[in-house]
Each structure stands twice: as structure tokens, then as C-alpha cells.
């Protein structure tokens, strides 16, 4: 680990000056003293609201093994006492961001076991839980991108994680803008790859939906001759495009590898035959909403490629799995009842799945839903909540709706003759909004952008997660 702290660094001259190199072992690092952790190199890096470069001292207060900085910003270093980092890492570079991607760039190289990336426009978090939960399952010792950290400053931090104990690893990818998804890749190398399906989201930085789908497929651009894509077998703009490499396909099509058949959604849960490769197994995930049963495929193919005993995959993709803010069930406060938890972002795609699995949910108080505007969808954005409007059809249990924002004023235009329409600019009066019309055994959905801060609504009307006991 040393030869290697050696030779990146050398790569790096004259560019870097270094005040004290003693590169630790581990090049684990942290761009946020909140959560940074003894022996973490401290990366400061300048966003839009903060200054890392403030909080050097605290960083190294926290027992931070080295700091990497601006080397404009010396200025900052040299006010502290010289024995608070002279038998540190420090680094004086022209860009930190760029010297943390180009660390993780060379530390991904050092490391031969498989390493799977898993993207698409929703499924991505809890397909990399389940994929995980198999893997410690089997007992095999692995490192899973933590939390959502999927955008490119995500992926090179959890890469500076990856060390000779593991012996795979699962990395969620997420991108909004055109040629990130390449870029990611080129660092990542991953040994196989998921895109679980495509969707209208991310429109204003991607495009259509043609240039979404082509983003996404470039997670598999720099594969080795051995490398696996698993795609969506469903969706023609991912099922029907020549590949220059092996790929399996899963769904609920015949054609797929893996599929999923005789699904069945219930109240609270989905029941289906799931077809691996030949084999079949009847399987019950504890959620009813249709992205449990393919988010139970994409983990089932991953796992099929990690040659991972099918007796494991089907006991682990059975366990139940709260994700945070994915239709995570929640209990009501001062009444009974039931708040759905939806609220981390929306797309056409995903809160009409929502709306689908919400319609399924029995209760004999009111059913109420708390919508959202859907961003990123660029010019488009009008049609797509005017149809929204026109999709509440298919949910004849709902009487009741609060549309929060500026753009589902288009929603409302649309909304069925019978369903009674509440309008809020905010979450705030959202809040009172549903507060004034829940009542015993309600259920309520809440579903929007997380920009919309819905998660505050969350936190406002409903106290602690409902864990469901596996059949």
C-alpha cells in the first residue's frame, strides 16, 4: 500500500506540493468532517453553500490522517500551528477535486475481484441493498455503496473504501447530465453491469428518452472481453440493441433469463414465480409495489453472475427491506393509519408504479395522496403532469389529493370528476393541508421531486417505520 502512496504521488509532480507525505495505508477519504472518521484524508473541497477549506482544523480535531487543499488557499494552513499537521498527509494541489478522482482512478486498479455497477432511472438503491444482503447471505465479505452516494464524487469516495480483504464489490451509478455516465465508468471499470430499466427523468440534462437510454447503456463502455451487462428484457430501447458483450435480460417476458411470472399484488405484498434461468422458485416480497419484483430480478441476475448459490438468492430476496423514502411504510401519528413514504424523487414512470401499488393498499378510512411536482423534465414538463391528472383514473380509491408546487397546476386540470383537489405552493401547507382531512385507518401517499422538501411532510404526520415480519 505504500509502493502505491509513492508512486501516485510521484505521477502527480511538479503539480503538488507536498508539505508532508506520510500517505497512509488506507487512502480512505472524507469531503465532510460531519461524517469524517479517524484516519480519513480530508479532501476541501469548494460548493456551492460551503468552503471545505473552513473546516481544515476541525478535520484534523476529528483525527484526520492528511488534508488535501487548494493550493491558492495555503494561506489557510499556515494560520494553524505547524505541530497539528507536520507528521500528516498534506497536499497543496490545483484542484482537490480532480487529485480525489485521479486517487480513486489508480486505487480501482489495484483490486481484481469482481466489481458490479448497478444504474438505471429508479431501483438503483434498493436493487444494490438486496444484491448485498445475498452477498452477506453467502458470506462473502464485500463493500456496497453507502447510502445514495452514486454521482461521480460518490463513486470515487467508496472506491478509497475498496481493500485485499473483500472479495466483490456493488457500486450504485447515478447521472443527470450527458457523458457523465462514460466518465464514471472510465474510474469504476466495473466487471459486470445493471441498467434496471429507463425512464422520463434527469430529461432537462439527458434528453429524450433515446439519449437517457444511451446514457445509461454507457456504463458497460469500457469492459473487459469478459465483462456482463444485465439489462431490462421489458424495455425494447434496452432489450433489442446489439451488444458487444454477453447480456442477460429479466422481467416478466417470457424471452428474459430471468423472469418474473403468475405476479400477484396483494394489500401489502407481491407474490411471483421466479424463473432463473430454467429453474423455478415461488417467491413473496414483503411490498407491494412492482419495483420489489424487479428489483428482486436485477439482484437475482447479479447474483446468477457472482455464482451465487440459488438457494441464497431466493432466501435473501425474500426478507424484508426498508429503504428510506421509498414507498417505506410509516404509522400515523395521533391516529391509525398508514403514511407511504414515496417522497425521494419522482418521474412519470415511478409515481404512476406509486399510484398503481397505492390503489392495491385495503383500508376501511379515506385513501389520500400527496403529489408532487415531477422535475428535470425540461420542456416536456406540461404534458407529462396533464397526464399525471389523467392517470388518477386508475386509482378509483382515491378521493382525496394535494398537489404541492408550480407545475401540477397542470395536474390539476386533468384530475377525474369525483376526486377533491387541494392546491399548496410548499410542504408547509401541505402539511396542514393533510392534517385537516386524515382520520382513523387513513392511508396516505406521498410522492414528489426531493427538491419539494416532502420529506419534512413526512417527518410532520408520521412517527416510526413499520417493519413487516417475513411470511
Not at 508512486?7 to 495505508?25: M, Y
Not at 457523465?180 to 430529461?203: F, K, N
Request: glycine fraction near 8%; aromatic fraction near 6%.
Amino acid at each position: 500500500m505504500l509502493d502505491f502512496g509513492r508512486d501516485f504521488l510521484a505521477s502527480f509532480a511538479p503539480d503538488i506540493v507536498f508539505l508532508a507525505d506520510n500517505f497512509p495505508k488506507q487512502p480512505r477519504c472524507s469531503i465532510d468532517t460531519r461524517s469524517l472518521e479517524s484516519g480519513d484524508i480530508f479532501v476541501a473541497l469548494v460548493g456551492d453553500k460551503d468552503d471545505g477549506h473552513k473546516h481544515i482544523e476541525t478535520a484534523f480535531e476529528l483525527g484526520a490522517s492528511g488534508v488535501v487543499m487548494d493550493a491558492a488557499k495555503r494561506s489557510v494552513l499556515d494560520k494553524l500551528d505547524a505541530s497539528v499537521w507536520s507528521d500528516k498527509f498534506v497536499a497543496l494541489v490545483p484542484d482537490p477535486y480532480d487529485f480525489l478522482i485521479e486517487l480513486a482512478r489508480n486505487w480501482r486498479q489495484k483490486f481484481t475481484y469482481p466489481l458490479v455497477a448497478i444504474t438505471g432511472s429508479v431501483g438503483k438503491t434498493s436493487s444494490k441493498e438486496i444484491v448485498s444482503r445475498i452477498l452477506s447471505r453467502a458470506g462473502i465479505k464485500h463493500l456496497a455503496t453507502l447510502g445514495n452516494q452514486n454521482t461521480m464524487l460518490g463513486v470515487a469516495l467508496n472506491i478509497l473504501k475498496l481493500h485485499g480483504q473483500h472479495r466483490t464489490a456493488v457500486f450504485e451509478v447515478g447521472i443527470s447530465s450527458r457523458g457523465e455516465m462514460r466518465r464514471i465508468a472510465d474510474i469504476l471499470r466495473p466487471t459486470s453491469a445493471a441498467v434496471t430499466c429507463v425512464g422520463h427523468c434527469h430529461m432537462a440534462g439527458l434528453g429524450s428518452i433515446n439519449d437517457i437510454a444511451s446514457e445509461k447503456r454507457a456504463i458497460f463502455s469500457f469492459f473487459a472481453e469478459d465483462g456482463i451487462g444485465i439489462v431490462n428484457g421489458d424495455q425494447p430501447i434496452l432489450a433489442n440493441v446489439s451488444y458487444g458483450h454477453p447480456v442477460i435480460r429479466f422481467g416478466s417476458k417470457t424471452t428474459n433469463q430471468v423472469q418474473a411470472r403468475k405476479i400477484q399484488m396483494g394489500s401489502d405484498k407481491a407474490t411471483f414465480v421466479l424463473k432463473l434461468y430454467g429453474v423455478r422458485h415461488k417467491i413473496t416480497v414483503h411490498n407491494n409495489h412492482i419495483g420489489s419484483v424487479f428489483n428482486a430480478l436485477v439482484a437475482s441476475a447479479i447474483a446468477h453472475v457472482l455464482d451465487i448459490d440459488q438457494k441464497i438468492i431466493v432466501e435473501a430476496i425474500q426478507e424484508p427491506l426498508n429503504i428510506a423514502r421509498r414507498f417505506e411504510r410509516r404509522t400515523l401519528k395521533n391516529v391509525s393509519g398508514v403514511l407511504i413514504d414515496d417522497a425521494y424523487n419522482a418521474s412519470p414512470e415511478s409515481v404512476k408504479a406509486a399510484l398503481l401499488a397505492f390503489e392495491k393498499v385495503q383500508t376501511n378510512g379515506t385513501k389520500l395522496a400527496v403529489l408532487g411536482d415531477m422535475l428535470e423534465l425540461g420542456v416536456n414538463a406540461p404534458f407529462w403532469h396533464r397526464q399525471l391528472g389523467r392517470f388518477l383514473r386508475k386509482v378509483p380509491s382515491l378521493r382525496e389529493v394535494v398537489l404541492v408546487g408550480e407545475h401540477v397546476r397542470w395536474t390539476k386540470s386533468t384530475v377525474p370528476l369525483g376526486v377533491k383537489v387541494h392546491m399548496a405552493q410548499n410542504w408547509e401547507e401541505a402539511t396542514r393541508l393533510v392534517k385537516g382531512q386524515i382520520g382513523q385507518d387513513s392511508v396516505v401517499l406521498v410522492k414528489g421531486s426531493l427538491a419539494l422538501g416532502l420529506s419534512h411532510l413526512v417527518d410532520e404526520l408520521s412517527s416510526s417505520v413499520i417493519t413487516q415480519e417475513r411470511a
